[in-house]
């Protein structure tokens, strides 16, 4: 079992394999943002997208919440976008939130877009998780991570993020064979970019399927759950780098998530994480405290994090949000947040019993 002088990265590696652990490893994410103050000074001299793309500073916005709240992970700064402009598609990061002005609606427009090695369409990241791997050593797992293809094809459809998601739909529905074209394009992507991030230092990776919530089960079998196994199946892990999937407002789709080989489940807070471990005994579980605690006392904060560690009853998990930082996270709660989880656990955290 890891102990408490045990590198986190150990840490990590065995919570995500199910094995057993002194306590749950703990990290954010989207640790690394506009909650941080020192995040903001950088941010006041270059762009977002020269933030992303800039091996210096990506890795020391990466470091700054590792410094400050010692996380047992370190995600690396960038956009799950990122790649999705290496094929060819004209994206526009702004304070609004990003755009592409081309919307993908018709064969033709899927044609246009091509898969790329990573290593030379966006080598900075690659760069940046290498230096991630040096500076922080073992004492924190170094995480990659993409977007998942049915969220991404949801960005390149829409235009941009989207309340309806009426345009996607209409493609299912109207123009299936381009839509799994357009998946099967996006899946091959995404395996290609999490086998050069691993390749690169990363210890484990995660896929955001962040849209992935608005279908309904039939559909999220038919679309979402195909395309995202795919690109877990493609991605070259020599070792068995851990692949962690997340899916927000995922509690009807529990079960079908499990079916995608991804090793560990990250669970949004709309569902208690007992009753995740219920309806999958085997699976190790990733989350999954509501943001919205980070924003009030510290206190409140630390109790509902102890009522989360103790819903599991002493099985192990990886102890998260159930969805990334919010701007306006004040830094005591976060710091609460992680000491409830050093300090709340008195006695070893039992295994995963899988199926």
Request: glycine fraction near 10%; charged fraction near 25%; aromatic fraction near 8%.
């Amino acid at each position: 079992m890891t102990d408490a002088s045990a590198p986190s990265a150990r840490r990590f590696l065995d919570a995500a394999f199910g094995r057993p652990v002194d306590r749950p490893p703990v990290w954010m994410m989207r640790q690394a943002g506009r909650y941080l103050p020192e995040y903001r000074e950088v941010r006041r001299s270059v762009s977002f997208v020269e933030l992303c793309r800039s091996v210096d500073l990506a890795t020391e916005v990466s470091l700054q919440p590792f410094r400050r709240f010692s996380p047992d992970a370190v995600i690396f700064f960038s956009d799950i976008l990122v790649p999705v402009e290496a094929m060819g598609a004209r994206v526009e990061f702004g304070d609004g939130g990003p755009k592409l002005p081309e919307p993908v609606r018709e064969a033709s427009a899927v044609a246009r877009l091509s898969r790329f090695d990573p290593a030379d369409g966006i080598p900075y990241t690659g760069d940046i998780l290498s230096r991630l791997r040096r500076e922080a050593g073992e004492r924190a797992a170094v995480l990659g991570f993409c977007g998942a293809p049915w969220t991404l094809a949801c960005y390149l459809i829409e235009g941009g993020a989207s309340k309806s998601f009426a345009a996607i739909k209409e493609m299912a529905r109207r123009e299936p064979g381009t839509l799994r074209r357009l998946l099967d394009l996006l899946s091959d992507v995404a395996a290609d970019v999490l086998s050069y991030q691993i390749a690169s230092g990363a210890h484990a990776v995660q896929i955001f399927d962040t849209w992935a919530g608005e279908l309904a089960e039939d559909d999220y079998r038919e679309w979402a759950l195909p395309a995202v196994g795919r690109a877990i199946a493609g991605i070259r892990r020599p070792g068995g780098v851990p692949v962690i999937l997340y899916v927000n407002g995922c509690a009807h789709l529990l079960e079908a998530m499990a079916e995608s080989a991804a090793d560990v489940l990250s669970i949004d807070w709309r569902v208690r994480l007992s009753e995740a471990r219920r309806r999958l005994p085997g699976k190790p579980l990733q989350g999954n405290l509501d943001p919205g605690e980070l924003l009030g006392k510290p206190e409140e904060t630390a109790r509902r994090t102890r009522e989360m560690l103790a819903s599991l009853g002493g099985r192990a998990h990886i102890a998260n949000l159930g969805h990334g930082v919010l701007p306006g996270a004040r830094l005591d709660c976060v710091e609460a947040f992680f000491g409830a989880v050093r300090e709340g656990v008195s006695a070893p955290v039992e295994p995963v019993l899988r199926a």
